[in-house]
């Protein structure tokens, strides 16, 4: 199974692909979607869809794991994250690509076995689960590669959306 996982944003999206076969993880390639904060919101968008839409067409994922939206003080700052979590949901569905949805929660159970673990735990698990000698910069990165593999963990037990 090849999974996309996706942390999404709209200055930065992060995004991985797994490979899960057999039991073993491999990472496929991994990488952020960067915006320009002083480039118009709606070119931003356009941004993160043309670069997501060549990235799945590159390498042809059986379906993508998304973070679930959750709000946080700024509420300018979690409707532009929705309007950019909706863009890649479209894309997704525009490939054909099955969507599958993960609470925080879940990613850290599914990663490190408990569910109120730290990053740093989170990331020390993907490190070795993905047998990386380090981990990307952006965090986003490296969330998007806990999205992936909680979905591969995980994916006998949930519905598509």
């Known amino acids: 199974m090849r999974v996309l ?20 993880f491999n990472l496929v390639i991994s990488g952020a979607i960067l915006t320009e904060a002083k480039t118009s919101f709606p070119l931003r968008l ?6 997501l839409d060549n990235i799945i067409k590159s390498y042809e994922p059986n379906a993508m794991a998304i973070e679930e939206l959750f709000f946080n003080n700024n509420a300018k700052t979690a409707i532009n994250v929705a309007q950019a979590r909706g863009v890649i949901l479209m894309t997704a569905r525009q490939n054909n690509l099955d969507i599958y949805e993960y609470t925080p929660l ?8 408990y569910g109120r673990a730290d990053k740093l735990q ?10 990386e000698e380090k981990l990307p910069k952006l965090d986003d990165i490296t969330d998007s590669m806990a999205m992936a593999i909680c979905h591969a963990h995980s994916c006998k037990f949930v519905q598509k959306l």
């Not at 992060?14 to 057999?22: A, C, L, P, R, T």
């Not at 356009?46 to 670069?51: L, R």
């Not at 989170?122 to 047998?131: A, G, W």
Request: aromatic content about 6%.
């Open 5 to 24: 996982g996706v942390d999404p944003g709209f200055a930065i999206t992060g995004y991985s692909i797994v490979d899960y076969i057999g039991n073993k």
């Open 46 to 51: 356009e941004k993160i869809n043309k670069e």
């Open 106 to 113: 879940q990613v850290k159970q599914a990663v490190t076995g």
């Open 122 to 131: 989170v990331q020390r698990m993907v490190k070795m689960i993905l047998n």
